[in-house]
C-alpha cells in the first residue's frame, strides 16, 4: 500500500453517464495529480493541483473536469465521455509539487466507456 | 519538451538472474531526476529507485541498480537474483527539476516476465 487510495477499482459507463472518481491520500502530501494510462501509450499528465489549487491542466478535454476540496481529496468528474476515454485513471501525490519529491500512486480506477 | 524511450517492449528472465532494462532520454535540461516504477498486475505504481542528475554515483536498491550515463542521457536498470515477483511491467520517467509543474515524463515500458 502507498497510502492513495482510488474509488472505484473498475467503472462502466455510457456515453450519457455522469460518473466521478475518488482520490484520497493519507501521506500529509499537498500536491495530487491525475494521470491517463493508455494502452500502447505513456503515461499522460492530466491535472495537477498544489494547496487545493489546480496548476495545470495538461490540454484535457473540459468532458473531464477536476476538483480538489482539500489536500487529502481529489476527484475526476466524467461527463459525455467517449469511447477513446477508456483506459486506467492514476492518481498520485507528492509532499510538494516540485522539487523532485516522489509522486506516490494509486491502484487506478480502469473506465470503460461503452 | 522531454522524451523518454524504453526499447524493449517485453522481457524475460529466468529466476536469480540477472536482467538489464534500457531507458534512454532527450532533455536540454541539465538538474533533473529520473525514476524506475514499477507495476504489477494490481496496477498499483511503485517507486523502485531515484537518481539525481548531479549525483554521479549510481543509485542502488537492495536487488535494484542503475546505470546512469548522464552524456549519453542514458539510465539503465538491472535487476540482480531476480525473483518471481519481479515480474512487472517497468517505467521509466523523468522530471525536470527547474519546473514548477511536477510533471513526470513517462516511457511506454517494459514488460517483464521472471520464469521459475
Known amino acids: 500500500e502507498t497510502g492513495v487510495t482510488q474509488t472505484p477499482r473498475h467503472l462502466v459507463m455510457g456515453m450519457t453517464n455522469k460518473k466521478s472518481l475518488k482520490c484520497e491520500q493519507h501521506?500529509?502530501?499537498?500536491?495530487m495529480y491525475w494521470y491517463k494510462q493508455s494502452a500502447k501509450k505513456p503515461l499522460e499528465l492530466m491535472f495537477v493541483?498544489?494547496?487545493?489549487?489546480?496548476?495545470e491542466n495538461n490540454s484535457v478535454p473540459s468532458r473531464f473536469s477536476p476538483e480538489c476540496p482539500n489536500s487529502s481529496h481529489l476527484f475526476l468528474h466524467l461527463h459525455t465521455l467517449q469511447p477513446e476515454d477508456s483506459a486506467l485513471y492514476l492518481c498520485?501525490?507528492?509532499?510538494?509539487?516540485?522539487?523532485?519529491?516522489?509522486?506516490?500512486f494509486g491502484a487506478g480506477t480502469r473506465l470503460s466507456v461503452l | 519538451a522531454q522524451t523518454v524511450t524504453q526499447s524493449q517492449p517485453e522481457m524475460s528472465v529466468q529466476e536469480a538472474e540477472t536482467v538489464t532494462l534500457s531507458c534512454t532520454y532527450d532533455?536540454?535540461?541539465?538538474?533533473?531526476?529520473l525514476f524506475w516504477y514499477k507495476q504489477p498486475p494490481s496496477r498499483q505504481m511503485i517507486l523502485v529507485i531515484r537518481q539525481e542528475a548531479y549525483k554521479q554515483q549510481n543509485a542502488t536498491e537492495n536487488r535494484f541498480s542503475v546505470n546512469f550515463q548522464k552524456a549519453a542521457k542514458s539510465f539503465s536498470l538491472k535487476i540482480s537474483d531476480s525473483q518471481l515477483g519481479d515480474t512487472a511491467m517497468y517505467f521509466c520517467?523523468?522530471?525536470?527539476?527547474?519546473?514548477?509543474?511536477?510533471?513526470?515524463?513517462f516511457g511506454r515500458g517494459t514488460q517483464l516476465t521472471v520464469w521459475p
Open positions: 501521506l500529509g502530501h499537498n500536491a
Open positions: 520517467a523523468f522530471l525536470d527539476r527547474g519546473s514548477t509543474l511536477g510533471r513526470l515524463y
Open positions: 493541483y498544489n494547496f487545493k489549487e489546480q496548476t
Open positions: 532533455t536540454s535540461e541539465s538538474n533533473y531526476y
Open positions: 498520485a501525490s507528492s509532499p510538494r509539487r516540485d522539487s523532485g519529491d516522489i509522486q506516490y
